[in-house]
């Protein structure tokens, strides 16, 4: 789900000109569920490959890495990992709601309505451990540096961007601003033209960015009110207050100086008993520091022998990608000469 914090956050766009040299921690979950949405037949069955195995997370994986790279973009990928406890709750929302709208889907292709089951079908997404595996086995192939988090990928990679082994969060999410990222990237890997749903018509989306201090400052807010913003918008951890906005969770903060006792008596709800489990989940985040950065050489050999033998990707499509992967790679990345000395 993630929490809404639109209505009080003040994006500004941004080019791929503007990320030139930056290291940028990304957050795969989010990412590669994008790319399962968005990557699929016009009935809306994602890609496979022979054996029925799906692969259009490799696809979105492959080649918008590549986009990156030759931008001079330094992406690194953060993975989940074991959830916290107080997620159960929205893991089986979220289960209920795939298998809800796997059903309307197969319903939508009964009678022939391909724009439905589309709508559908994107909604469906699952993002297993096997899809999981095989995303940081291409990410391996391909030189690019990826972690994976003891808990909650957003938490780690804004532990990152924190520490400064990065510049900022990449997410269509907000939730890195909870845990304390100085800068949010949204867009980045989905930028481009889309098509609006339920309309025929497109849209161009470009890369946009968020900082944590103007998003603080602008709303008068600190740190822990921002976290006690979202916790009444909504968080993964728990059921915001009812019909309770950004901007109307801000105000509220402000009228009761932070008080959410005061805040949910007001609207005759209580307020959630773990409140302080859940401020520790974003304030204290189960983190780790044994992670490397570095950007290797690519193995193009093992890619082709990865996307084309086993999972049926065209093999001019991928070694013309791969020409440009490799240029990229010898641009930006490549240590030459003195440089490794240095």
Request: aromatic share 10%; net charge positive.
């Amino acid at each position: 789900m993630g929490v809404k914090l639109r209505g009080i956050t003040h994006p500004k766009p941004i080019s791929f000109g503007d990320l030139n040299g930056k290291k940028i921690c990304i957050d795969s979950a989010n990412t590669l569920y994008q790319f399962l949405a968005i990557i699929r037949q016009p009935d809306g069955t994602p890609l496979k490959d022979h054996t029925g195995k799906v692969t259009s997370h490799l696809s979105g994986l492959f080649y918008r890495t590549i986009n990156l790279y030759e931008n001079g973009i330094k992406p690194i990928y953060v993975f989940d990992g074991v959830p916290p406890k107080l997620k159960k709750k929205e893991l089986e929302r979220r289960k209920e709601s795939r298998e809800s709208a796997e059903t309307l889907w197969k319903r939508a292709l009964e009678i022939g309505d391909l724009e439905l089951a589309r709508k559908y079908a994107q909604a469906s997404s699952r993002l297993t451990d096997e899809l999981v595996e095989g995303a940081c086995t291409l990410l391996g192939y391909m030189g690019i540096p990826y972690i994976k988090s003891p808990q909650e990928g957003e938490a780690q990679a804004a532990y990152m961007a924190k520490k400064g082994d990065c510049w900022a969060v990449a997410s269509q999410d907000y939730d890195a601003l909870l845990f304390g990222a100085p800068r949010l990237v949204r867009n980045l890997t989905i930028s481009g033209r889309r098509k609006l749903p339920g309309k025929k018509q497109y849209i161009q989306i470009q890369p946009e960015i968020i900082f944590l201090d103007e998003l603080i400052d602008k709303n008068s807010l600190t740190l822990n009110e921002l976290i006690l913003c979202g916790i009444l918008v909504g968080t993964d951890f728990n059921k915001g207050l009812k019909g309770c906005g950004a901007k109307t969770a801000v105000k509220l903060l402000k009228k009761y100086g932070g008080d959410l006792n005061k805040i949910y008596e007001e609207k005759g709800e209580k307020p959630p008993e773990n409140l302080q489990e859940i401020m520790e989940v974003f304030q204290k985040p189960l983190v780790t520091d044994n992670y490397k950065i570095s950007w290797e050489k690519p193995q193009t050999e093992e890619i082709i022998e990865f996307l084309c033998r086993k999972h049926d990707f065209s093999l001019s499509r991928v070694q013309k990608a791969l020409n440009r992967l490799v240029e990229s790679y010898n641009k930006y990345f490549a240590v030459t000469g003195l440089e490794k000395w240095f």
